[in-house]
């Protein structure tokens, strides 16, 4: 087990193996510091310290642990992840990982969201949506409130390779019937620009007014959704992923012989609504491209309303 004590973590030396000290195997003796920057370490019963990186290469540990600690030294958790085999977080760490290693490095995730810095979040971005992080579940947590400032759910989103699923929703959330993003609508712009998750919301609205989120590209328009945009505004901008995914929630699912299997959002939204399209580079969405490229890609929208 991992043993808290200040800001640091208790895990068992690496050393025990080559000084066969006595207690170094027996239970956690190494004190390892949690935080951003260089992590030092100190074990208590063969008195080795140094930073983990050091104390771990004396101890001759696999390749794959130094590359991540280092990586977790300079504050990239994500490529610190990305250096090991598999999930390390799952019931059975990898075998290039004991289970005390990668509590660690749990414990560093919960200490510093390494995944939204990641991402580009910032801290105005935090306090704005209220974002947070499940130190049990080791997931990016996004509040969903609704336009009355009522937090109605949350969406707790994977942050580690191979994490699934990758969104872990407020059980009974009803997500078709709701926009992430709702509560910062004003009604004196007439328009809305929909985005298919959060983190596209999140990093749109940096650039464009009342963006709202689907939570999902397959949740769509339904009826709670449409009677709140009937009333929010006249204009619809939809700026979908440049996928599959994108492409079929803007224009609906089509089998071979080109007979339509599910409406996309033109269909439900072009009888009440002036609609544009933006079309987003392949592969692209809001969240990773710059705010320039974004802005031109809203602009030249295609109007559907012709």
């Known amino acids: ?22 207690g170094c195997d027996d239970h956690p003796s190494l004190s390892v510091r949690v935080g951003v920057g260089q992590s030092v370490a100190h074990c208590f019963a063969c ?35 990305a250096c090991l085999p598999g999930n390390a977080f799952r019931q059975e760490p990898p075998h290039c990982m004991r289970r005390d290693y990668s509590q660690y490095v749990t414990a560093c995730a919960a200490e510093v969201p ?6 580009g979040i910032v801290r105005s971005d935090v306090r704005r949506w209220r974002l947070g992080f499940d130190r049990k579940l080791n997931r990016a947590v996004f509040p969903i409130i609704d336009e009355r400032h009522h937090v109605v759910g949350a969406s707790r989103r994977a942050i580690f390779p191979n994490q699934q699923p990758k969104y872990l929703d407020t059980p009974g959330l009803s997500k078709r019937e709701i926009f992430f993003g709702e509560q910062f609508v004003d009604l004196t712009w007439g328009v809305v620009h929909i985005v298919e998750g959060p983190l596209d919301v999140v990093f749109a609205s940096r650039v464009l007014p009342n963006v709202l989120g689907l939570m999902g590209a397959a949740t769509g328009i339904g009826h709670a959704r449409l009677a709140k945009l ?11 992923d440049g996928d ?63």
């Open 47 to 81: 008195r080795i310290g140094g930073s983990l990186l050091s104390v771990f290469s004396r101890g001759q540990a696999d390749k794959q642990v130094l590359a991540f600690i280092s990586q977790i030294d300079h504050g990239d958790f994500g490529a610190a992840l």
């Open 1 to 22: 087990p991992i043993i808290g004590h200040g800001q640091n973590v208790m895990i068992r030396c690496p050393m025990a193996s080559i000084t066969h000290q006595a």
């Open 244 to 306: 599959v995914a994108g492409y079929e929630a803007v224009y609906g699912t089509y089998d071979d012989a080109c007979s339509l299997i599910a409406p996309g959002m033109l269909d439900v939204l072009h009888p009440h609504f002036s609609v544009r399209v933006a079309k987003l580079p392949a592969g692209e969405d809001p969240a990773s491209m710059n705010a320039s490229d974004l802005l031109h890609a809203v602009r030249c929208a295609q109007d559907i309303w012709e």
């Open 114 to 119: 390494q995944y939204l810095i990641d991402r």
């Open 230 to 240: 009937l009333r929010w505004c006249r204009r619809v901008v939809l700026v979908c």
